[in-house]
């Protein structure tokens, strides 16, 4: 049992980032203020987005570590980011727990996998509150990033003709959701044989998403997209759907994108394969952009849809 205050796991949470003061460009003033204090820049735009995930809707307690669930956290913003286009620079992160677990070391370890995923892209967490739920656990992701003045691409810059692709493969991220829903778990040790490895794979791709962090940079430097957006609820329910409802475009893809499954499970999932692509996956962190037709000569590493 953890006897420790919010108090001392504030100062515990200060101390972490006291370590990486030195290298926060823009940062006035951290953790132990009433807010965090940041420094403008001149010719830079603010990016900030917001996620909450909230327990027995977005995720399951007995199918998630917590170091996972953590990383998650940060990674679906992260994604919210890259799909403007801009570098994210600082965090903020909120939970509720219920007693039990804020007596066990699962807050602990839901910090240290959100950590090691702002050290891998220099993102610093400049605040966020602590408080206790009645039964389940709730967390709000807040992300602040930067951009050129007027450079974040927007959901809104698409133009009629511009071809739309895809940054990596779809459906492995509800493909893992429905594995967890049939009571396949995450592994510690390395998977014995293909099929085990596909599971956990698969597995994988739903708790513990990569953002594209590099493609959003690209794309939004170049620049090269003129519009994108992280794919959250499925291609063909909502994201192309947005993009042409922003630009008063009308839509065109098919659903064939490609491989999505992995090694022999492909076969075994392939009569549920258009459905779970098209309407259940929610990879967050694979951007759909869209680029105009003269330019589709430089997006050899990405995939048309």
Not at 163 to 182: K, N, P
Not at 262 to 291: A, C, I, N, W, Y
């Amino acid at each position: 049992m953890h006897s420790r205050s919010e108090l001392d796991f504030i100062k515990h949470l200060r101390a972490h980032e006291q370590k990486r003061e030195t290298l926060a460009a823009g940062l006035v003033r951290s953790i132990g203020d009433d807010a965090a204090v940041v420094g403008q820049l001149a010719g830079r735009d603010t990016v900030v987005t917001t996620d909450l995930l909230v327990e027995d809707v977005d995720f399951r307690r007995d199918s998630t570590p917590p170091a996972m669930l953590g990383h998650k956290a940060l990674a679906i913003s992260l994604s919210d980011i890259a799909a403007t286009g801009a570098r994210a620079r600082w965090a903020l992160l909120s939970i509720g727990v219920p007693q039990d677990i804020w007596d066990s070391s699962f807050v602990e370890q839901l910090y240290e996998g959100f950590f090691a995923l702002a050290d891998r892209y220099d993102v610093r967490l400049v605040g966020g509150d602590l408080s206790r739920t009645p039964e389940k656990i709730v967390i709000d992701s807040i992300v602040l990033g930067e951009c050129a003045h007027e450079r974040a691409v927007l959901r809104s810059g698409a133009r009629c003709g511009d071809q739309l692709f895809v940054t990596g493969s779809l459906g492995g991220s509800a493909a893992g959701l429905r594995l967890i829903e049939r009571g396949a778990r995450v592994e510690c040790e390395d998977a014995a044989d293909a099929d085990s490895h596909a599971i956990q794979s698969l597995i994988l791709r739903h708790l513990r998403p990569e953002p594209r962090v590099g493609w959003g940079l690209v794309l939004g430097e170049e620049p090269l997209a003129t519009a994108m957006i992280d794919i959250s609820d499925g291609l063909c329910r909502r994201d192309q759907g947005s993009i042409a409802a922003r630009t008063r475009c009308r839509r065109r893809a098919g659903v064939g994108i490609g491989t999505w499954w992995l090694g022999s499970f492909r076969k075994r999932m392939s009569h549920r394969g258009t459905e779970t692509q098209s309407t259940l996956d929610e990879d967050v962190t694979v951007p759909l952009f869209s680029v105009p037709l003269c330019l589709c000569g430089n997006t050899a590493s990405a995939t048309p849809v």
